[in-house]
């Protein structure tokens, strides 16, 4: 179920960061901008993470990395369309768990890969 929920929010954040993009460059915002590149580097990571977990590590670094994404992206777009954030400090949290991810993916590296239920 993780590695199907990981798939449909890689195609999502592509396609929503390739839109984003689009909008940034027929004068969107700076915000704009950065959520659209932070969404289209993440697409293939959460893509690969989805067809590749192998251990538990993984499995809940990919989580935290999703819900990092979401968190930062979201943000600056909602300044950038509704004038206001999605809550205090959601960016910098964002941002600190997309970190908290990518640590979890190395570290998952460091186990033996088993198959999980």
Known sequence: MLAR???????LCGAAGVALSAVAAHGG?????????????????????????????????????????????GDLVSRDFADDRLFAMAAPIGGGLMVVGWLGIAASALFPRRLLG
């Open 5 to 11: 929920l990981l798939i449909l929010a890689a195609g």
């Open 29 to 73: 915002a700076a915000n704009t901008a950065t959520a659209a590149t932070f969404l289209v580097v993440h697409a293939p990571v959460l893509l690969v993470v989805g067809i590749a977990v192998f251990n538990n590590i993984m499995r809940w670094a990919a989580i935290v990395l999703l819900i990092g994404v979401a968190l930062f992206a």
